[in-house]
């Protein structure tokens, strides 16, 4: 059997306790409570122009519009930002995310809830809760705001539900299909 030399020895050895050292530290420190600050891209949803029908399939359609759901209706203000309200207009089920801009996990997190909402066919927002106004409007809501968390919004205003941390795009489905009346 070789030998090995004294100074690749001496090397694996302070590999070790370089090793150990690091998991010690990132053991003993816990998560960070400064929220770290880098822009990130907003993503805006692309307007599709409407498709008008023929003139003689939209008479024929006419008396099946006039029964179906109003597309914008009446959205008492919910106590949430104006976008929220906004969005419960379109939506019966709104998922909102709050984060942190520059927050990877947050990023991540919001990415998930977004991919949640469209699977459930809810609608979707970020919420910044850097943002004064936001905060307050939140604080005001809710008893705590812990970021990145996801609120399932209801059409009345109401939270059915508010998963903190991060959460997967399945289970935010879920819960957004459970919140459907």
Known sequence: MEKISLPVRIFAVVIVLVGLGGMLAMRTMGPSDEPVAIPVPSKTP??????????????????????????????????????????????EVVI?????????????????????????????????????????SLLAKLDAVQDP???????????ALELAGFVDRETVAQAAANALP
């Open 46 to 91: 692309a307007k599709t122009p409407a498709k008008s029908a023929p003139p003689a399939k939209a008479a024929a359609h006419a008396p099946t519009a006039a029964k179906s759901k109003p597309v914008n209706p009446v959205v008492r203000p919910s106590g949430f930002p104006m976008v929220v309200d906004k969005a419960l207009r379109k939506h």
């Open 149 to 159: 968390s996801v609120l399932v919004v209801t059409r009345s205003g109401e939270v």
């Open 96 to 136: 909102v995310s709050l984060v942190v801009p520059g927050a990877r996990v947050d990023e991540l997190a919001a990415a998930e809830a977004e991919a949640g909402a469209k699977l459930s066919g809810a609608g979707f927002l970020a919420l910044n809760v850097l943002n004064e106004g936001v905060a307050r």
